[in-house]
């Protein structure tokens, strides 16, 4: 059984920062790529930014340059560090990580944590 757990979430000013951390947890698996997405109320769910087992990083426009995307799939972490923060980034904040377990590939969700950037 494969879960993921988020942590950083918090309360911040804007132009303040926030570190989020994800860890996958169980065994038999191997990671693909994790990622951060982001959702508001009444919004979809959306990417923030990406990162493959090789380093490749994709971001959102949306927060290009002030977001950072790191991993340590040894520890099968993956981090977001999130500066120059607006009050528009407010969102529940999930990770999403693509696994493999010999040819089986899926996709595993955490539960979420709340950043809220006030003004």
């Known amino acids: 059984q494969v879960q993921l757990a988020e942590s950083g979430g918090g309360l911040v000013q804007a132009g303040g920062s926030l570190r989020l951390s994800c860890v996958a947890s169980?065994?038999?698996?191997?990671?693909?790529?994790m990622a951060w997405y982001r959702q508001g109320p009444g919004n979809q769910r959306e990417l923030v930014a990406a990162?493959?087992?090789?380093?490749?990083?994709n971001y959102a426009d949306s927060v290009k340059g002030r977001f950072t995307i790191a991993k340590d799939f040894a520890k099968n972490t993956v981090y977001l560090q999130m500066s120059s923060l607006k009050p528009e980034d407010t969102r529940v904040y999930y990770c999403?990580?693509?696994?493999?377990?010999?040819?089986?590939?899926?996709?595993?969700w955490g539960q979420g944590t709340q950043g809220t950037v006030s003004s």
């Open positions: 990162i493959t087992g090789g380093g490749i990083t």
């Open positions: 999403k990580a693509n696994l493999r377990s010999g040819l089986v590939r899926e996709d595993y």
């Open positions: 169980g065994v038999g698996f191997s990671i693909n790529t």
